[in-house]
């Protein structure tokens, strides 16, 4: 998944055209190639990391050789159980809502719009899918992989991710970039619109 994702991040980042934001709270951010992309984009941001354990410390050896301690706080901890850390005013979840069910998806959520500032985001990176659950093609395909591979998992639909985002507080929710792929971007607004 690293590896895709450094192919993308830059541009992805880039294209989504974001307002100015202080603090990043990448869930779920493995060795930060989301991270480094964000703050590369927005050089006056500052980024907390967050996933298990062990997949901290690789990204922390990642931090210190691009130099980003200074920007960049690690913090451990399994995102579908535990607390998130607070402070910050822009969420990114990439490629998880695929890995959950929908119930793991709204905790995840309700603990995301928890940990954000009042006027805070959150931006959901995904496969979504259409209504009629056959397109994109790519997408159909990696549900049956994620009802194999995965204990409640699938790809959703933009309504399945709005209903279950609006279920967890947040407002405003818009499917801000569609995308064949893995490269969709959802995002809501913690306080509604700003």
């Not at 822009?90 to 490629?95: E, F, G, I, K």
């Not at 056959?134 to 549900?143: C, D, N, R, S």
């Amino acid at each position: 998944m690293d590896e895709i994702s450094r192919s993308v991040a830059d541009r992805l980042v880039y294209d989504l055209r974001l307002p100015e934001f202080e603090r990043l709270l990448d869930v779920g951010g493995a060795s930060g190639t989301w991270t480094f992309a964000f703050l590369k984009a927005f050089p006056k941001a500052g980024a907390v990391l967050f996933d298990r354990p062990s997949v901290v410390l690789m990204a922390e050896r990642r931090i210190r050789e691009a130099g980003l301690q200074g920007r960049v706080e690690l913090a451990s901890g399994d995102y579908n159980k535990d607390a998130l850390p607070k402070g910050c005013d822009l969420a990114w979840l990439s490629a998880i809502a695929h890995q959950n069910s929908r119930e793991q998806n709204r905790s995840l959520f309700r603990r995301v719009h928890a940990a954000l500032e009042p006027r805070g985001r959150v931006l959901v990176r995904d496969v979504v899918m259409e209504e009629s659950r056959t397109a994109p093609a790519m997408g159909a395909l990696f549900a049956v992989n994620m009802l194999v591979a995965t204990e409640g998992g699938s790809t959703f639909t933009f309504r399945e991710l709005k209903d279950d985002l609006e279920s967890a507080g947040f407002k405003a929710v818009e499917h801000l970039r569609k995308d064949e792929g893995m490269n969709s971007v959802v995002c809501a607004q913690k306080g509604g619109r700003a």
